[in-house]
């Protein structure tokens, strides 16, 4: 009886034991190494200057990181005064995977959404981009303000 009750006893401290220190001891990533993407991505904006007058097809460029690789960074731009924004596309990644950059504003005559040629008119603008990993994880998004000129003379775009 005293030996059922001392075995009863060292399997409820074993199961106890490998109820609580086990889950801490092992995490989800063990031997996986650097295989596993933990962290969310990394961007930053790095030019045209935050609120910087620009005219003509410009570059907006940056830095960007993550423990495993940022496999995408979508850009957009936003009119402050109309309120529209207009879907760039992916920016390039460098293939190192440590910078970013998108032309923006494009020049194109016959492009009849264009206004005199310009993709967009002056006035103040919003960029923003996200860049995502290979996981799916986003990084925080970031805005940036600019402003274009000499691009056209027409206000309503």
């Known amino acids: ?3 059922a009750r001392v075995f009863g006893v060292f399997s409820a401290l074993f199961l106890a034991a490998v109820i609580f220190v086990l889950p801490t001891a092992c995490s ?4 996986l190494g650097s295989a596993v993407d933990t962290e969310s991505p990394k961007l930053s904006i790095t030019s045209p200057a935050a609120n910087d007058v620009t005219s003509g097809t410009f570059t907006v460029s940056g830095t960007c990181s993550d423990d495993v690789a940022v496999v995408s960074i979508p850009v ?8 529209t924004t207009v879907d760039l596309g992916e920016a390039d990644i460098s293939k190192d995977g440590t910078s970013w950059s998108i032309s923006v504003n ?9 206004c005199n040629g310009w ?6 603008y919003v960029v923003t981009a996200k860049a995502y990993d290979g996981s799916g994880r ?5 805005q940036y303000d600019l402003h ?3 691009g056209s003379r027409r206000q309503d775009r």
């Open 119 to 124: 993709q967009f008119t002056d006035g103040s």
């Open 106 to 114: 494009a020049y194109d005559l016959n492009n009849a959404d264009y």
């Open 76 to 83: 957009s731009i936003r009119k402050t005064s109309s309120d």
């Open 138 to 142: 986003g990084s925080d998004e970031i």
């Open 148 to 150: 274009i000129r000499k």
């Open 1 to 3: 009886m005293k030996t």
């Open 28 to 31: 989800d990533n063990v031997g």
